[in-house]
């Protein structure tokens, strides 16, 4: 939704900005979540997140519009944005001619090249780490550092808003690499090693007893994990002209199997051994592959040339 109204000098701030409201959100509505479960009953939480969601589409549906429909965007605007790489008119239908939308063998295109491979493998790596800080951390909290619910909902945002900041951190330090002379590959690649090193320092909380210190290698590594996150820079800038659409559908593909194999996957591991220490493990590693997918899979970072 972003990618329509900006230079792609420009676009990897707007999506660092985009990608980072997660986070914050994430920190806004945990205390409000953990609250209602304590004070209302968990069934609560549902009815209240679903009034929000409501309120929230109707304002979405009034205020975002393409660039080429908004009300407020001028024509010299719009032409400057134009010129400077934007797709504005993204969502405009065009004539259909025989070999209009895609065909199959783009996704075996896709499939197949090495660094579209490692793009994808280097997004479900981590929504590894998002979805354990979604679904097993509060539980973590609870069983094994003790904290009731209520305190869990707010201890649960202070990694959240250290996964914010370092999200907004992490896509403005790509623009300035780029702004310094540096090449593409090296100005998204160091913001992803940097943030995944980070993000692995979740397995030192296996080494203390210490809960303040185990609140503050999470907050790091939350904080790493959103510094990292440039995966949707990386495929506008590597996703093929005519399949952008596509392309993002299947990066979208890798990062929901991932949503769906890591809660059961932890699940697993927590009942087998009786704690966390494994999942911390699990975790602390896919933030690893995700470094070793864009070092040595992803290569030179460059847009995709289809075979028609």
């Not at 944005?81 to 895609?102: C, L, N, Q, W």
């Amino acid at each position: 939704m972003w990618r329509p109204g900006f230079r792609p000098k420009s676009g990897v701030r707007a999506s660092a900005i985009f990608n980072a409201a997660q986070y914050f959100s994430l920190a806004l509505f945990s205390p409000l979540l953990g609250w209602l479960t304590f004070a209302l009953g968990w069934e609560h939480v549902f009815t209240v997140m679903g009034i929000i969601g409501f309120v929230l589409t109707i304002i979405w549906v009034k205020f975002v519009h393409n660039p080429t429909d908004h009300p407020r965007m001028s024509a010299a605007e719009l032409k400057y944005i134009s010129e400077g790489g934007a797709v504005v008119d993204m969502d405009h239908k065009k004539e259909a001619t025989p070999a209009a939308g895609p065909k199959m063998d783009y996704i075996r295109q896709l499939l197949t090249n090495r660094m579209m491979l490692g793009v994808f493998f280097g997004q479900y790596f981590l929504n590894t780490i998002t979805w354990f800080f979604l679904t097993w951390f509060p539980i973590y909290l609870v069983q094994d550092k003790g904290m009731s619910i209520l305190k869990v909902g707010f201890v649960a945002s202070i990694p959240a808003l250290f996964g914010f900041a370092g999200g907004v951190l992490g896509g403005l330090f790509s623009d300035y690499l780029i702004g310094r002379g540096c090449t593409l590959t090296f100005a998204r690649k160091l913001p992803i090693v940097l943030g995944m090193l980070l993000a692995s320092s979740i397995i030192l909380c296996n080494y203390t007893a210490s809960t303040p210190l185990v609140i503050t290698l999470m907050a790091l590594a939350f904080f790493g994990k959103g510094f990292g996150a440039l995966g949707w820079p990386v495929i506008s800038d590597v996703a093929p002209k005519e399949i952008v659409g596509l392309c993002g559908g299947v990066f979208n593909v890798f990062g929901n199997v991932a949503s769906i194999a890591t809660p059961l996957v932890i699940g697993y591991i927590v009942s087998e051994l009786h704690s966390f220490n494994g999942a911390l493990i699990f975790v602390g590693g896919s933030a690893l592959m995700m470094m070793v997918c864009y070092l040595f899979v992803v290569g030179d970072i460059k847009r995709m040339e289809l075979q028609k």
